[in-house]
């Protein structure tokens, strides 16, 4: 039976390295769609709002719109209640009940001034109404071509990046499966408590990627020998040296061109 091949240091940090340039590749696909699916979400949720308070607008319309036919149906009413208590004045017996109807008479004339001012109020309401619903339509109107074109730019980015997000994350789980749980567990943590999520990164003028603190001239040796796996000690990143770093970024540009 042959002996498992035992995998180097080198061979570690060369496939850590490669797994960090796929997840960064990754995060470069992710950050172009950017705030884009979320812009989405608060026009969509926006635009269901307005329709919502249209809905509202015009439903509040059509309830003045009642009152004015009901204030309208009190002032018939309370003509020909005008024109009965007249016709009863003619044939009274006595000046009580002539003074009876004339109150009568004088109080539905109060009730048709009345309702006639509300009508007027009714009406200043009905046009305060129909300036904020066309506010409101306009308002609707600019909201779903501004999601139109947000969502026709998220679809063209989906389906430019898609594929490609879709293959690179089945890569990037290919290579965590090649190195060993440990190193993974370690990558992942260091990954999610850095900003720009880089776990693995070369040495550039004697300092970590990314980082102002200068590495000593012996520990660069060490991380250039590829003997063992070395961390930055301010940043917690693991550390390669950039010759390495050339040489897969190299390899690992080929392999994206092709998916």
Same mark, same amino acid.
């Given at each position: 039976?042959?002996?498992?091949?035992?995998?180097?240091?080198?061979?570690?940090?060369?496939?850590?390295?490669?797994?960090?340039?796929?997840?960064?590749?990754?995060?470069?696909?992710?950050?172009?769609?950017?705030?884009?699916?979320?812009?989405?979400?608060?026009?969509?949720?926006?635009?269901?709002?307005?329709?919502?308070?249209?809905?509202?607008?015009?439903?509040?319309?059509?309830?003045?719109?009642?009152?004015?036919?009901?204030?309208?149906?009190?002032?018939?009413?309370?003509?020909?209640?005008?024109?009965?208590?007249?016709?009863?004045?003619?044939?009274?017996?006595?000046?009580?009940?002539?003074?009876?109807?004339?109150? /009568?008479?004088?109080?539905?004339?109060? *009730?048709? %001034?009345?309702?006639? #001012? +509300?009508? @007027?109020?009714?009406?200043?309401? &009905?046009?305060?109404?129909?300036?904020?619903?066309? /506010?409101?339509?306009?308002?609707?109107? *600019?909201? %779903?071509?501004?999601? #139109? +074109?947000? @969502?026709?730019?998220?679809?063209? &980015?989906?389906?430019?990046?898609?594929?490609?997000?879709?293959?690179?994350?089945?890569?990037? *789980?290919?290579?965590?499966?090649?190195?060993?749980?440990?190193?993974?567990?370690?990558?992942?943590?260091?990954?999610?408590?850095?900003?720009?999520?880089?776990?693995?990164?070369?040495? *550039?003028?004697?300092?970590?990627?990314?980082?102002?603190?200068?590495?000593?001239?012996?520990?660069?040796?060490?991380?250039?020998?590829?003997?063992?796996?070395?961390?930055?000690?301010?940043?917690?990143?693991?550390?390669?040296?950039?010759?390495?770093?050339?040489?897969?970024?190299?390899?690992?540009?080929?392999?994206?061109?092709?998916?």
């Amino acid at each position: 039976m042959a002996k498992k091949k035992e995998v180097t240091v080198e061979e570690r940090l060369r496939a850590l390295y490669d797994l960090q340039l796929i997840d960064s590749r990754i995060d470069e696909i992710r950050n172009v769609r950017g705030e884009l699916p979320l812009e989405v979400r608060d026009l969509e949720d926006e635009v269901a709002g307005l329709n919502i308070r249209l809905e509202k607008l015009v439903a509040n319309l059509e309830v003045v719109d009642n009152d004015i036919t009901g204030k309208k149906n009190s002032i018939e009413e309370s003509k020909a209640l005008i024109k009965k208590y007249a016709e009863q004045q003619k044939n009274v017996r006595n000046n009580r009940e002539f003074n009876s109807l004339t109150k /009568e008479v004088e109080f539905q004339e109060l *009730e048709i %001034e009345l309702a006639e #001012k +509300h009508i @007027k109020e009714f009406k200043v309401q &009905i046009e305060q109404k129909k300036e904020v619903i066309a /506010e409101t339509k306009e308002r609707l109107k *600019e909201r %779903e071509n501004h999601l #139109k +074109h947000k @969502k026709s730019e998220l679809d063209a &980015i989906l389906a430019e990046t898609e594929k490609e997000e879709q293959a690179l994350l089945d890569k990037s *789980e290919d290579y965590k499966k090649q190195i060993e749980e440990r190193l993974v567990k370690a990558y992942t943590r260091i990954r999610t408590n850095v900003k720009n999520g880089l776990a693995v990164v070369p040495i *550039e003028r004697g300092a970590a990627g990314g980082s102002f603190f200068t590495i000593p001239p012996q520990v660069q040796v060490e991380i250039a020998s590829r003997k063992k796996v070395i961390t930055d000690e301010h940043s917690g990143r693991i550390l390669v040296d950039a010759a390495l770093a050339d040489e897969q970024k190299v390899k690992m540009e080929k392999m994206f061109a092709k998916l």
